[in-house]
C-alpha cells in the first residue's frame, strides 16, 4: 500500500519561499503522475501541479506556473514543491497524491501540509 507524506510547511511572510516534500513508500513501480492540490479554508481543494515520474516532466495550474516549482527525485521517491514569492492566498493545507497509470485516479494521499503566509 502507498503511503505519501508531506513535510516542509510552516508560517513564512509575504514574498518568502518554501519547499515542500512528499515522499512515497510502499511503492512496487514507479508511478504514473505525483501531483500537489491544495486546500484553502472554506476553499474546495485546488490543483496546483504535478509531475510526470518517468521523464521528469512537471506542469501547473497556470496562475502559478511563474511563482512554483515541482521536482522529484526517484531515487527516494520524493517530489518537491519550490514556492517562491508566497502570496497571502497560497495559505492552505498542502497535499500530494499520486496515481500509478494514466487510466487510474489519484490512488493514495497524504496527510498534508499547513503552508501559513502571513506578516
Known amino acids: 500500500q502507498v503511503q505519501l507524506v508531506e513535510s516542509g510547511g510552516g508560517l513564512v511572510q509575504p514574498g518568502g519561499s518554501l519547499r515542500l516534500s512528499c515522499a512515497a513508500s510502499?511503492?512496487?513501480?514507479?508511478?504514473?503522475?505525483m501531483a500537489w492540490f491544495r486546500q484553502a479554508p472554506g476553499k474546495e481543494r485546488e490543483f496546483v501541479g504535478g509531475i510526470r515520474w518517468g521523464e521528469g516532466a512537471a506542469y501547473y495550474r497556470s496562475t502559478l506556473k511563474d511563482r512554483f516549482t515541482i521536482s522529484r527525485d526517484s531515487a527516494k521517491n520524493t517530489m518537491y514543491l519550490q514556492m517562491n514569492s508566497l502570496k497571502l492566498e497560497d495559505t492552505a493545507v498542502y497535499s500530494c497524491?499520486?496515481?500509478?497509470?494514466?487510466?487510474?485516479?489519484?490512488?493514495?494521499w497524504g496527510q498534508g501540509t499547513q503552508v501559513t503566509v502571513s506578516s
Open positions: 497524491a499520486v496515481t500509478m497509470s494514466a487510466s487510474e485516479n489519484y490512488s493514495a
Open positions: 510502499g511503492l512496487t513501480r514507479s508511478p504514473f503522475v
